[in-house]
């Protein structure tokens, strides 16, 4: 399936608006290759209607000591009992690697972990490369690269542009080499 054609969404938590920030400049620039897609707030979605989408986008920002935003850790327990294996899911999350340099981004490692039993199909990998932290829950491949796109608004906010547009191109190409 080509992404034209897919069911897009994001689904986001936030407190600070952050999050939600992201997720408005995620769309723009899907717009911009003349995607449309979906965006919701997670404490406003049921997440059964995971179901009717192709491509799954999560945004989750980490609180403080590696804490979960609250709304998605109300949905711990329906998030591990879904069905993604026809899913694609990509992750994307905020946190401080300088303030939280030990728990930086743990909450999108949080959500990967809660997803991995539901057999979906993860993109959008992305290099610890040009971070500088001490540790992380999203780390994975012997801590070369995250489960998800790592964004901090507190400490590399020129950064975040730039990143959001190849990570997008990343995702867009892994998605269509999958389908």
Known sequence: MILQQAKIV?????????TQEVAEKIAAYFLEIHIKIDIHNIIDADIHTFYQYDLLI??????DFG????????LEDELSELDLSQSKVAIYG??????????F???VGWLYEKLLPTGANFIGKW?????EFD??????????????LALDE??????????????????????????
């Open 58 to 63: 999560f945004g989750i920002p980490t609180w």
């Open 67 to 74: 804490g979960i935003q609250e709304d998605w850790e109300e």
């Open 105 to 107: 981004i743990d909450a």
């Open 135 to 148: 540790a992380s829950r999203a780390c994975i491949e012997n801590d070369q690269e995250f489960c998800g």
């Open 10 to 18: 994001i689904f986001y938590g936030t407190d600070t608006g952050n």
């Open 94 to 103: 905020l946190g401080d690697q300088f303030g939280y340099g030990d728990f």
């Open 154 to 179: 507190d400490q590399q906010f020129d950064l975040s542009d730039i990143r959001i547009q190849q990570w997008i191109s990343k995702i867009t190409n892994e998605f269509e080499s999958i389908s």
């Open 127 to 131: 290099p610890t490369l040009g971070y």
